[in-house]
């Protein structure tokens, strides 16, 4: 696939809508694509997230072979 080609393809395809249902979507798509996770989350999530990076600079935390050990 030459994904220059493929590009001019769609640019035609643009041109040529008059559809806004088409275009609107393809505006999703590409506001979609740039979204930051971590905007998607609560600040519950985001809290949580944050504590676990502090406690792991305090040292509070086991290795996953220490932890699987009493597991296994």
């Known amino acids: ?4 080609l493929e590009k001019k393809a769609l640019i ?5 809508t008059n ?6 979507s393809i505006k999703k798509i590409f506001k979609t694509e ?3 996770w971590w905007d998607e989350l609560n600040n519950q999530q985001k809290f949580e997230i944050e504590e676990s990076d502090r406690e792991i ?3 509070e935390y086991v290795n996953f072979e220490d932890f699987i050990k009493k597991y296994i």
């Open 34 to 36: 740039k979204k930051d």
């Open 12 to 16: 035609k395809m643009i041109e040529e």
């Open 1 to 4: 696939m030459d994904i220059q």
């Open 19 to 24: 559809d806004s249902t088409i275009i609107a």
């Open 57 to 59: 600079d305090r040292g």
